[in-house]
Nanobody, 123 residues
Framework: VQLQASGGGLVQAGGSLRLSCAAS????????VGWFHQAPGNKREYVAA??????SVNYADSMKGRFTISRDNEQVYLQMNNLKPEDTAVYYC???????????????????WGQGTQVTVSS
C-alpha cells in the first residue's frame, strides 16, 4: 500500500492551495482518510479527516472555516484557503485499515501514511 500526497508549494499569506492524496494497493474509497501536518521541531498535528464515504468530516479548530476536505472514488483533497505563515509544514495524508470508518483525529488510528508534501506560506 502506498499513499501519495501532492499539491504543496510556496504561496503568499492569504493564498490557497489544494492538496491531493492518492493510494495504490488498496480500494481507497473504503477507508477513512486524514490529513496531518508537521512543522520543523514540532510534533505531527491533526488537520482534518473524512469518513470512508465522505458523509462525515472533522477539522482541527484552527482549520475550521479555512480548510475543506473532500473525496471522490480515487482521491482525497484538502482545499486550503486564507493560508497563514503558521500553516507552513509538511502535510501528510493517512488511511485507516479497518474500512468503513468515520473520520479519525488521532494519528494512531491510521496505518498507512504518505510521504508528505511541503507547504510554505510566506508573510
Amino acid at each position: 500500500v502506498q499513499l501519495q500526497a501532492s499539491g504543496g508549494g510556496l504561496v503568499q499569506a492569504g493564498g490557497s492551495l489544494r492538496l491531493s492524496c492518492a493510494a495504490s494497493g488498496l480500494t481507497f474509497s473504503r477507508y477513512a482518510v486524514g490529513w496531518f501536518h508537521q512543522a520543523p521541531g514540532n510534533k505531527r498535528e491533526y488537520v482534518a479527516a473524512i469518513s470512508w464515504n465522505g458523509d462525515s468530516v472533522n477539522y482541527a479548530d484552527s482549520m475550521k472555516g479555512r480548510f475543506t476536505i473532500s473525496r471522490d472514488n480515487e482521491q482525497v483533497y484538502l482545499q486550503m484557503n486564507n493560508l497563514k505563515p503558521e500553516d507552513t509544514a509538511v502535510y501528510y495524508c493517512a488511511a485507516e485499515s479497518w474500512g468503513y470508518m468515520g473520520p479519525k483525529a488521532a494519528a494512531k488510528e491510521y496505518n498507512y501514511w504518505g510521504q508528505g508534501t511541503q507547504v510554505t506560506v510566506s508573510s
